[in-house]
């Protein structure tokens, strides 16, 4: 046997095995599962989160518009009253309470001068706290309601948002926690303006 054959059968008993290999099938299934499964995970994780943070967010845009039209049907409101709002807000969150017992909610009456420009008249906040000092100049008024006398209440919410399912365990609570915000600016209903006796 010349040295060329022994070469070529050795390549031959090299590249055998190899072929053999290649031309196996099995366990193919549970290589390409390997390989998509992260993905897939992550999809559903995703959407979840994102299902459940939009959920959240429209629930804020309800109580704080909702808020605002219950406090612009009335004449005048005091802390108690105010302080009812914040139970308006948590059957708005059900089944969602453990965000709405975090909310911040912050109502404001704001009287326009007669040259347009918005001036606090009253403030409060879930705490019965004054967020705002009397006579400040507010920002933030959409101009089509910048009318000279006449009369806003603004409401802002805003509620922490956990996401349940990304990196628990891993990453810190603050970490994992956004802010959803809205504020919302309504006219009165009833009369020039809306008084609060103990604001």
């Not at 090299?14 to 549970?30: F, K, S």
């Not at 999809?43 to 845009?61: A, P």
């Not at 009253?81 to 948590?90: A, E, F, P």
Request: aromatic content about 8%; some cysteine; overall charge positive.
């Amino acid at each position: 046997m010349d040295a060329t054959t022994k070469a070529t059968k050795a390549l031959t008993g090299i590249l055998m095995p190899i072929r053999r290999l290649l031309r196996d099938r099995a366990g193919v299934g549970g290589v390409e599962f390997a390989i998509l499964a992260p993905i897939l995970i992550s999809l559903y994780i995703t959407c979840f989160e994102l299902t459940i943070g939009f959920s959240v967010s429209k629930r804020v845009t309800k109580a704080t518009a909702t808020i605002a039209d219950l406090i612009t049907q009335q004449k005048s409101v005091n802390e108690t009253y105010l302080g009812t709002m914040v139970n308006v807000s948590n059957a708005i969150f059900v089944p969602y309470n453990s965000s709405a017992a975090k909310l911040t909610l912050k109502v404001t009456g704001i009287v326009m001068d007669g040259t347009g420009v918005p001036k606090v008249a009253w403030s409060w906040d879930q705490l019965n706290g004054r967020p705002y000092a009397v006579g400040a100049t507010v920002t933030g008024v959409p101009s089509d309601m910048q009318v000279a006398n006449s009369f806003l209440i603004r409401v802002e919410m805003s509620v922490p948002h956990e996401l349940l399912m990304f990196l628990p365990g891993i990453v810190s609570a603050e970490t994992r926690s956004i802010t959803i915000a809205r504020t919302y600016f309504y006219r009165q209903r009833v009369g020039d303006s809306i008084d609060c006796s103990n604001c």
